[in-house]
């Protein structure tokens, strides 16, 4: 008999902020579609980074969701055999792989600042989530010099990036191709120890048994490495999709600058979940018209195609419509 692999999905917001409603469309459409292949959504926490994560900011973000409708099968209060669901809590996984990795030379330690990166790196070859291009400066260093640094300096480790490229079909944006080198040998653990979001992420999922990741289209870039660090600890990668981000009328990215669209200023402003999940169907493609319906009302109406794969534009009079009664 043909054995099919359970279809999971997650959520992995950062608890660094209060959700708004480019994160809810996000977790709105991958809630939408895994419950479309009843398959499993889970939740995940994904507070690394200590010095930004915020307890009150995690039960915010539950709270939010219980809000809106959406539910999760795995996650902080439903334990099962995949936890803990807080990737604060699974550093000693991470180190497993880690070792796995410098077990088979893929890692360098990287003595360099940031302030030497920047020297280094005078041509802007930037990378959109992670700044700079690192040029490479410790992967080739001699014996010697290596010595005399390891005594001044805790490394960091970076991954080894081949002249390789990546392609691959995102289930929104399309098909994608990378040369994996442009982006430059990227951190895995930081000097401090902190364990950096690629690394953890592809080791979250990859443990989590999770077949399909939606999120938004600022990390579409950071997939190619993310592929990298699959192939290089020989898990089987999920199936990509990258929601649009949201825009205003000028073009400038919603959540970097409306914070009035918080989901707790939309509750606080009496505005019903219904009409958020509407007004998030509708601009997603999914609606006609802004009406007000549940998240279980959309499930069957769910396609991955009808989702726009450029960033969707949040006029004044879009906004406006969340307000509407
Ligand atoms: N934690 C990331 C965020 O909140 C999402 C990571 C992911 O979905 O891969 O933006």
């Given at each position: 008999?043909?054995?099919?692999?359970?279809?999971?999905?997650?959520?992995?917001?950062?608890?660094?902020?209060?959700?708004?409603?480019?994160?809810?469309?996000?977790?709105?459409?991958?809630?939408?579609?895994?419950?479309?292949?009843?398959?499993?959504?889970?939740?995940?926490?994904?507070?690394?980074?200590?010095?930004?994560?915020?307890?009150?900011?995690?039960?915010?973000?539950?709270?939010?969701?219980?809000?809106?409708?959406?539910?999760?099968?795995?996650?902080?209060?439903?334990?099962?055999?995949?936890?803990?669901?807080?990737?604060?809590?699974?550093?000693?996984?991470?180190?497993?792989?880690?070792?796995?990795?410098?077990?088979?030379?893929?890692?360098?330690?990287?003595?360099?600042?940031?302030?030497?990166?920047?020297a280094a790196s005078r041509a802007p070859h930037g990378i959109a989530s992670e700044g700079l291009r690192y040029p490479g400066t410790c992967r080739y260093l001699s014996e010697e010099e290596a010595t005399i640094r390891k005594l001044r300096k805790k490394p960091s480790l970076r991954m080894k990036v081949p002249q390789q490229r990546i392609s691959f079909i995102d289930g929104i944006a399309g098909?994608?191709?990378?040369?994996?080198?442009?982006g430059g040998d990227f951190v895995v653990r930081r000097a401090d120890d902190m364990i950096s979001y690629q690394l953890a992420v592809v080791v979250d999922d990859a443990l989590m048994d999770i077949t399909h990741?939606?999120?938004?289209?600022?990390?579409?870039?950071?997939?190619?490495?993310?592929?990298?660090?699959?192939?290089?600890?020989?898990?089987?990668?999920?199936?990509?999709?990258?929601?649009?981000?949201?825009?205003?009328?000028?073009?400038?990215?919603?959540?970097?600058?409306?914070?009035?669209?918080?989901?707790?200023?939309?509750?606080?402003?009496?505005?019903?979940?219904?009409?958020?999940?509407?007004?998030?169907?509708?601009?997603?493609?999914?609606?006609?018209?802004?009406?007000?319906?549940?998240?279980?009302?959309?499930?069957?109406?769910?396609?991955?195609?009808?989702?726009?794969?450029?960033?969707?534009?949040?006029?004044?009079?879009?906004?406006?419509?969340?307000?509407?009664?």
């Amino acid at each position: 008999m043909e054995q099919h692999t359970p279809i999971r999905g997650r959520f992995a917001p950062t608890p660094s902020g209060k959700m708004h409603i480019g994160n809810a469309l996000t977790a709105l459409l991958g809630w939408l579609q895994i419950r479309s292949m009843n398959g499993q959504y889970i939740l995940r926490i994904e507070d690394i980074d200590t010095q930004r994560s915020r307890e009150e900011l995690t039960v915010e973000i539950l709270r939010d969701l219980e809000w809106l409708g959406l539910d999760w099968d795995e996650g902080p209060g439903r334990d099962s055999d995949y936890g803990p669901y807080h990737q604060a809590a699974r550093q000693a996984l991470y180190e497993r792989e880690i070792t796995k990795l410098q077990h088979n030379h893929q890692l360098y330690p990287c003595y360099c600042s940031r302030a030497d990166i920047t020297a280094a790196s005078r041509a802007p070859h930037g990378i959109a989530s992670e700044g700079l291009r690192y040029p490479g400066t410790c992967r080739y260093l001699s014996e010697e010099e290596a010595t005399i640094r390891k005594l001044r300096k805790k490394p960091s480790l970076r991954m080894k990036v081949p002249q390789q490229r990546i392609s691959f079909i995102d289930g929104i944006a399309g098909a994608q191709s990378y040369l994996l080198s442009d982006g430059g040998d990227f951190v895995v653990r930081r000097a401090d120890d902190m364990i950096s979001y690629q690394l953890a992420v592809v080791v979250d999922d990859a443990l989590m048994d999770i077949t399909h990741v939606l999120r938004g289209a600022d990390l579409l870039d950071s997939t190619p490495r993310q592929l990298l660090l699959y192939q290089a600890l020989g898990y089987e990668p999920p199936q990509f999709a990258h929601t649009p981000l949201m825009v205003d009328a000028e073009g400038r990215r919603l959540a970097k600058r409306t914070r009035g669209l918080s989901l707790s200023f939309l509750r606080g402003q009496g505005v019903k979940p219904e009409r958020v999940i509407g007004w998030l169907a509708w601009t997603a493609g999914l609606l006609e018209k802004p009406e007000l319906v549940t998240p279980a009302d959309l499930i069957s109406l769910f396609d991955l195609s009808k989702i726009p794969s450029s960033p969707i534009k949040i006029s004044d009079e879009t906004r406006q419509q969340l307000f509407e009664t």
